[in-house]
């Protein structure tokens, strides 16, 4: 494992196709996976107010001080597509958030991930959890593009620079570093789909590490 490869690809991806072109259909039935042990809807997290104002209780997601994601390209202009950023944002935060404290139940995964991501996400977690896997430093998302299909499906694509950030022991805090590389650097596919409570939740992903797309 090199950089805080958060999502892994073997567990993630659910189609070779790219989303962009696969996901006009919806994206399947807005069903949940099966509930997945200590991984709650994300519910019984304290709920943190709605910075949106679009009314939805959310689970708080709050990432150590060490911890920082930087998100780039946060406002198009077009109020669907900046919220579905926004959930995109709160999604990989939520992840974050599971490895930095080691609790799934509370991080919020559930809420922003559903059915293939979901039990990808889930299991990334758990594994990374069970070894006293998190990262430190400071990951940055750009390129972040949307397309979307109709109502409630779409896709966003984007880069992740992770050349300043390194794995750390979560117990110990003890700090590997690594050297940057072309797989410091990540591109995903994301599919997303609305549920009935107005969230914008992954329900599909892709990932190829070292991608050109995404080479400074």
């Not at 567990?11 to 790219?18: D, F, K, Q």
């Not at 304290?46 to 946060?74: A, C, Q, W």
């Not at 404290?101 to 990334?124: E, H, I, N, P």
Request: aromatic share 8%; hydrophobic share 30%; proline share 4%.
């Amino acid at each position: 494992m090199n950089r805080p490869a958060r999502l892994v690809t073997a567990a993630l991806t659910a189609s070779a196709a790219l989303l962009l072109t696969a996901c006009g259909s919806g994206g399947g039935d807005d069903s949940r996976p099966d509930k997945i042990a200590g991984a709650d809807t994300g519910k019984s997290a304290s709920p943190s107010p709605s910075t949106s104002g679009d009314g939805i209780d959310r689970p708080e997601i709050k990432l150590p001080g060490d911890m920082k994601n930087v998100f780039e390209d946060r406002k198009t202009g077009d109020p669907v597509k900046d919220a579905i950023l926004a959930d995109n944002e709160r999604a990989v935060s939520s992840v974050d958030q599971a490895m930095a404290y080691g609790d799934m139940k509370k991080s919020g995964m559930a809420f922003y991930y559903t059915d293939t991501a979901l039990m990808g996400v889930y299991q990334y977690a758990k594994d990374n959890i069970a070894k006293d896997i998190s990262w430190t430093g400071t990951v940055r998302y750009f390129d972040r593009e949307v397309a979307v299909f109709n109502k409630t499906s779409a896709a966003v694509t984007y880069c992740v620079d992770e050349s300043r950030a390194n794995l750390k022991n979560r117990k110990t805090n003890t700090v590997q570093e690594t050297e940057t590389s072309a797989d410091s650097y990540v591109f995903y596919n994301t599919g997303v789909k609305k549920n009935k409570d107005g969230v914008w939740q992954i329900w599909n992903l892709t990932e190829d590490r070292g991608s050109q797309k995404c080479q400074p």
